[in-house]
């Protein structure tokens, strides 16, 4: 599960959830909602797809889950980042910016 | 760490696969209510908020697949599905699985059973230590042009002696002895062995210690069983005393549990290392050596050629022709077994053979009822894998199944083959289900369900969507190609079948030819007792025989009894001899084939007790005593063979069995068959007990009887036990001692015959189904046969011929098998030709008949269908 860098969707979309359950425990639809609001809805995530990286993740031991009421008294399945799932969203962030950073670098040396 | 996690996840998921699918569902459901929950809370209607959501989200469906598509246990899963769908499938076609399941589990059964005995018998290294390193001497003697598996005390003794490569060689002779105890006798099996005899099994005693070369003739080592059944215990047993042919010896120490090596001894006595018998012509000794560890068996048969070499050349007369060489001891010991075990195997193959092409036809058959189900699959473009993978798994299934109601089948086939199996099946006791043998079913029903399923799963794979939609199979438009590869597999299988039932024939020919064969002597109403006085010194002996001759005069005064006689070399028995003799006045003797014959010492008034007549001359009396003239009796093929037409009575005879001395020929008495009525009547040697009383205390009781012969038993024994109670005593009858020496042959006969059963039994199967199908598939066409006025037995005889048809061409192919592999079973034949007609001729007959009658069933039905019936039947 750690070579998910390899593919950047896949990786993207990995460190995108780490990154919003960060903040806070959140269930799988309000996930999706954070990440569309915050990336301005450059980002639009698919139920099938999140739920199956949600799963990816908690079985990789990044994440854990539980049922719980929701604000508005639903009851709904709560993702929360583990310590190891805390040290793999650095792990991630860091080598996205290397990634990023180098594309920066090879797009700015056209222009 | 998170390895272990995916695999708990995994387990769990599989465990709990509804509630997981719940939870998928659950969270995918909630998921798309928040997303309307927040349309609405933007003032979408309730109806447009869902709208919105799918919209955004797609199908919940869609979702929800793909979310519980997740996880290594999802490729399990879907596997136990196609597993569960396989099972569905043939619990929905239950004559279909039945059949299959039955012919495997028959077929795996045969052979597991089967294979558990070679495995112990033939493959299994022996239960001794160095097992490898262990070799029977033998002696190739050029004059009968084999080898014997005996040797002479002094060759075997200088093998040991000179040999570099054996590290010790053992010598030892024995047999079934009477074993006297402190207040009774009993018949064990003693052997008298060297002291290299622990040291060549690598043996340590549990109790006591070894005999060593000092002891010998006085002191033996006992089994643990004998321990124990005698004295409660090892550790009591040492030190005891026990007779062994009259002269005391100490039990001074005891063999591990479980070693009876050879035939089961249970007592050994201590032979003096230089052996007792020391001419080179008498083959007295049997001898096992221990290779050394360095040496090949190889560079060990190069040395004992050249030791034997030397041997000639010193002793040029003993030793000409004479090679002494090694053969494995498992080798020894299986060896002739394993003709009978391989023919066993073959035909528990060929039972296989046909279960397989039974089950694979059974499966064609199945998957062409699916043509439709997978030209389907096939068109809406499944891979010819997937279209494949249910007809394997439906077979493997299948196959499984089978196997293990084969392997519970073979339990007790293993325990009445066991029960059934002659003495000269070795290491029987050793025969027990093992993890080799159900890896061996496993191995077999896997090949099996490969096998069967290979041919339908093709033609699955293979099918033309649009041909196969197009022939509809119940409208008799199948292509032909599939009618003629399903009675290809018929006619197999009959063919096979005929081959074991041609088997079959021969042996049971053979075995009513043994039973019905005339012996000689009247095996009937015939008590036997196999007696062993202990006696072994001059004035003993005699005593011990005119101790006999009271006891049967005691004997047949009881009532029940009409005679009673005694014998040393009685046909069928454990006691005999044989050997050279010469003749004065007699024909001219051929000096590379001396003259042969059994010998026997017999009482007066034996061959009366037998019913053997007598042709000439006089029967042994009372005025043959220890002093008078030495007398014997001859039988006719012995008169013939060294007097031609001269009368033989008169003649001088002598041979070496305990003195040299020249004896009168007084009479001439009809053949028998020594050995079991396999054998050809030959020359016997009679002598009278009193002449010769070293040979008279180990000898049979024989009692004709009035009566059933075992009633009399206990009054016997209780009138022996009076006379002396340290006489050792065995009770059988003569029927069941003629019937225990053609055992081989009744196993054999009796398995084979079984299999040709099942193999008639599948075979009908085979017939029955393929003619079964081919008439429902061909409804329509009878149909409108009848329709347009065809008679009903035309129909009938079309059916017929069909089945017909298989059933000649199968057993055409079958003789031409049958002799070709004739050759095999010419060995065990008596008075029948391996390709004897008239079992080829009934073999044929009984298939034929087999066939048609698996065929009138299906045929029978085709006349009833009524045409309108038939017609309307789409």
Same mark, same amino acid.
């Given at each position: 599960? &750690? ?7 896949? @990786?993207? $979309? #990995?460190?995108?959830?780490?990154? =919003?359950?960060?903040? %806070? ?26 739920? &199956? ?7 990789? @031991?990044? $994440? #854990?889950?539980?049922?719980?009421? =929701?604000?508005?008294? %639903? ?35 056209? @222009? | ?874």
């Amino acid at each position: 599960m &750690t070579d998910a860098n390899t593919d950047v969707i896949q @990786g993207t $979309l #990995d460190m995108l959830i780490l990154k =919003t359950l960060s903040l %806070r425990p959140l269930h799988g639809f309000g996930i999706a909602r954070r990440v569309e609001q915050i990336s301005d809805g450059v980002f639009k995530m698919n139920p099938g797809s999140l739920l &199956t990286a949600l799963q990816r993740l908690e079985r990789a @031991g990044w $994440l #854990d889950s539980e049922w719980r009421q =929701t604000e508005n008294s %639903r009851r709904a399945k709560f993702y929360t980042l583990t310590a190891t799932g805390r040290k793999q969203l650095q792990v991630e962030t860091a080598d996205w910016k290397r990634r990023a950073l180098a594309v920066a670098r090879l797009l700015e040396m056209e @222009g | 760490m998170s390895l272990w996690r995916e695999l708990r996840y995994g387990f769990r998921g599989l465990r709990d696969r509804g509630a997981r699918e719940q939870d998928v569902a659950d969270e995918v459901e909630q998921y798309f209510e928040e997303a309307e929950a927040e349309w609405s809370a933007r003032g979408l209607s309730p109806d447009e908020a869902k709208k919105a959501a799918r919209r955004e989200g797609g199908s919940t469906a869609a979702a929800r697949e793909r979310a519980s598509e997740y996880g290594w246990e999802n490729s399990v899963k879907v596997f136990m599905d196609d597993l569960r769908f396989a099972a569905r499938q043939l619990r929905k076609h239950p004559a279909f699985t039945v059949t299959a399941v039955l012919t495997l589990a028959l077929g795996i059964g045969a052979n597991a059973a089967i294979f558990t005995v070679v495995e112990r018998v033939l493959l299994a290294p022996l239960p001794y230590k160095n097992a490898d390193r262990l070799a029977l001497l033998k002696t190739y003697r050029s004059q009968l042009g084999r080898a014997i598996p005996r040797v002479t005390g002094p060759d075997a003794a200088d093998v040991r002696d000179q040999s570099q490569r054996l590290e010790a060689v053992t010598l030892y002779g024995g047999g079934s002895l009477g074993v006297q105890l402190k207040d009774h006798a009993a018949y064990t099996v003693v052997t008298m062995a060297d002291v290299n005899f622990a040291r060549v099994f690598a043996l340590r005693p549990i109790a006591g210690r070894l005999y060593t070369s000092a002891d010998a003739k006085h002191a033996v080592m006992v089994s643990e069983r004998f321990a124990r059944d005698n004295f409660g215990g090892a550790q009591a047993a040492v030190g005891q005393m026990l007779g062994v042919e009259g002269d005391p010896a100490e039990i001074v120490g005891v063999f591990p549990a479980g070693f009876d090596y050879p035939n089961g001894t249970q007592v050994w006595l201590a032979s003096p290392t230089a052996p007792e018998w020391n001419s080179r012509t008498g083959f007295n000794y049997k001898a096992v050596a221990l290779l050394r560890e360095d040496a090949s068996f190889e560079g060990a048969q190069t040395e004992l050629r050249t030791i034997s070499q030397r041997l000639q050349a010193v002793y040029a007369k003993d030793n000409r022709g004479k090679e002494m060489m090694l053969q494995p001891l498992k080798e020894a010991l299986t060896g002739d077994s394993r003709l009978t075990l391989m023919f066993l195997w073959a035909a528990a193959g060929l039972i296989l053979l046909i279960a397989c092409v039974n089950v694979m036809h059974l499966e064609l058959v199945r998957s062409m009822e699916r043509q439709r189900e997978l030209a389907i699959r096939r068109a809406l473009g499944s891979s010819r894998w997937r279209v494949m993978q249910p007809v394997f798994l439906e077979s493997m299934l299948v196959a499984l199944i089978g196997g293990a109601a084969g392997v519970l089948l073979a339990f007790p086939t293993v325990r009445v083959l066991v029960a059934m199996a002659p003495k000269e099946l070795p290491r029987t006791s050793e025969i027990h289900l093992n993890v080799w043998v159900l890896g061996f079913a496993l191995g077999l029903s896997v090949v099996t369900a490969v096998l069967s399923a290979m041919l339908p799963a093709i033609r699955a794979a293979n099918v033309d969507p649009a041909e196969a939609l197009k022939s509809d199979s119940s409208r008799g438009m199948t292509r032909h190609s599939a009618g003629l590869l399903r009675d290809g597999l018929v006619v197999a299988e009959v063919a096979a079948t005929f081959v074991l039932a041609v088997g079959a024939g021969l042996l049971l020919r053979t075995m009513m030819t043994l039973n019905a064969r005339d012996m000689g002597y009247e095996t009937r109403q015939m008590l036997v007792v196999d007696a062993d006085a202990p006696a072994r010194k001059d004035l003993n002996a005699q005593r011990a025989v005119q101790q006999f001759n009271e006891l049967f005069a005691q004997l047949e005064q009881m009532p029940g009894v009409e005679r009673v006689a005694g014998v040393m070399g009685l046909p069928t028995g454990i006691y005999g001899s044989n050997g050279y003799y010469e003749t004065r006045g007699g024909l001219p003797v051929d000096t590379d084939h001396p003259a042969w014959s059994n010998f026997s010492v017999a009482s007066p008034g034996y061959f009366r007790t037998m019913g053997i007549p007598l042709k000439r001359g006089r029967d042994f009396g009372s005025e043959d005593t220890h002093e008078s003239g030495m007398v014997a009796v001859i039988s006719e093929s012995l008169a013939r063979q060294s007097f031609g037409d001269a009368d033989a009575v008169g003649k001088q005879i002598r041979c070496g069995l305990d003195s040299d001395k020249w004896m009168t020929v007084v009479g001439v008495v009809g053949d028998v068959r020594q050995d079991s009525p396999a054998e050809k009547p030959g020359a016997t040697l009679y002598m009278p007990m009193t002449q010769h009383p070293f040979y008279a205390n180990q000898i049979h009781v024989v009692l004709r009887t009035a009566v059933k012969p075992l009633t009399l038993m206990s009054a016997v024994d209780e009138r022996i036990a009076r006379v002396d109670p340290l006489i050792a005593r065995r009770y059988t009858t003569m029927d069941a001692m003629v019937d225990k020496s053609i055992a081989t042959e009744r196993f054999r006969a009796a398995l084979i015959s079984s299999f040709a059963g099942v193999g008639l039994l599948l075979a009908m199967l085979g017939v029955y189904g393929t003619v079964a199908y081919s008439v429902a598939q061909r409804r329509f066409e009878f149909g409108v046969r009848m329709a347009f006025g065809a008679e009903r037995g035309t129909i009938l005889r079309s059916v017929l011929g069909h089945a017909a048809r298989m059933a000649c061409v199968g057993i055409v192919i079958g003789v031409v098998l049958s002799v070709a592999l004739a050759r095999l079973v010419e060995s065990m034949l008596v008075e029948v030709r391996p390709t004897d007609p008239v079992s080829l001729v009934l073999v044929s007959a009984v298939l034929m008949i087999t066939a048609l009658g698996a065929a009138l069933g299906p045929g029978w039905r085709a006349t009833q269908m009524s045409p309108m019936v038939a017609l309307r039947a789409e």
